[in-house]
């Protein structure tokens, strides 16, 4: 049974980072695509970025120049590294996994199969 668990949120000033990981606890790291969402409040569950096991990274323009998703497959961990945090970037955020992906990108929300109870991120403005 595949397991995403998020951690790694809080509440930091503008312009900190965080660090969000997600433990994928019985998932298999090959031909799979993951990613980090967020969802504000009132508004829809947008993708942040996405991994695909052949290395390829994709970032929504609000991600560009500021986070970083990175996988550790060694240790089954999936991380966004957020730096020059906004008031905006402040939402609940996801990971996601999908098996059998053979091409990467930045998917909508429902094609992905699993995912995490989320980590609170709040830049206050």
């Known amino acids: 049974q595949v397991q995403l668990v998020e951690s790694g949120g809080g509440s930091v000033q503008a312009g900190e980072s965080l660090r969000l990981s997600c433990a994928a606890i019985?998932?298999?790291?090959?031909?799979?695509?993951l990613a980090w969402f967020r969802q504000a409040p009132g508004k829809e569950r947008e993708p942040v970025a996405a991994?695909?096991?052949?290395?390829?990274?994709t970032y929504a323009d609000s991600a560009k120049g500021r986070f970083t998703i990175h996988n550790d497959a060694g240790q089954s961990t999936l991380t966004l590294q957020m730096t020059s945090l906004k008031s905006e970037d402040t939402a609940m955020y996801y990971c996601?996994?999908?098996?059998?992906?053979?091409?990467?990108?930045?998917?909508?929300?429902?094609?992905?199969?699993?995912w995490g109870q989320g980590t609170q991120v709040t830049v206050p403005s």
């Open positions: 996601a996994a999908r098996s059998y992906c053979y091409h990467g990108g930045l998917y909508a929300s429902d094609f992905y199969t699993y």
């Open positions: 019985g998932f298999l790291w090959i031909n799979a695509c």
């Open positions: 991994f695909h096991t052949s290395g390829l990274k």
